[in-house]
């Protein structure tokens, strides 16, 4: 299905990676590096779960990791955990 283009509170569009239209599920998939790489990157990526919250959208924030052959569906407030919380997640 179309992915939907959605307008963030900072006045950016974002499209997120995937969505099921069945279920209206949209995704965002990242590595950690994606996620976490700069203070910029993440603060991004907390401005998307944050704003697709604020707009009642239900969205998966998914993380990849491919040494440890798992991914990690982060909760829909992982934005306000501090950053060694959210680094405790990916974690074997």
């Not at 179309?2 to 569009?13: E, F, R």
Request: proline fraction near 7%; hydrophobic fraction near 40%.
């Amino acid at each position: 299905s179309l992915v939907p283009m959605i307008t963030l509170s900072n006045g950016s569009k974002y499209q997120p990676d995937l969505y099921l239209k069945p279920t209206q599920v949209t995704i965002e998939v990242k590595s950690t590096w994606t996620l976490l790489h700069s203070k910029k990157a993440l603060a991004k990526n907390r401005l998307i779960q944050k704003d697709v919250n604020d707009l009642g959208i239900k969205f998966k924030f998914v993380v990849v990791l491919p040494r440890q052959n798992r991914a990690v569906t982060l909760p829909p407030d992982w934005h306000t955990w501090s950053l060694n919380k959210l680094a405790s997640l990916f974690l074997e």
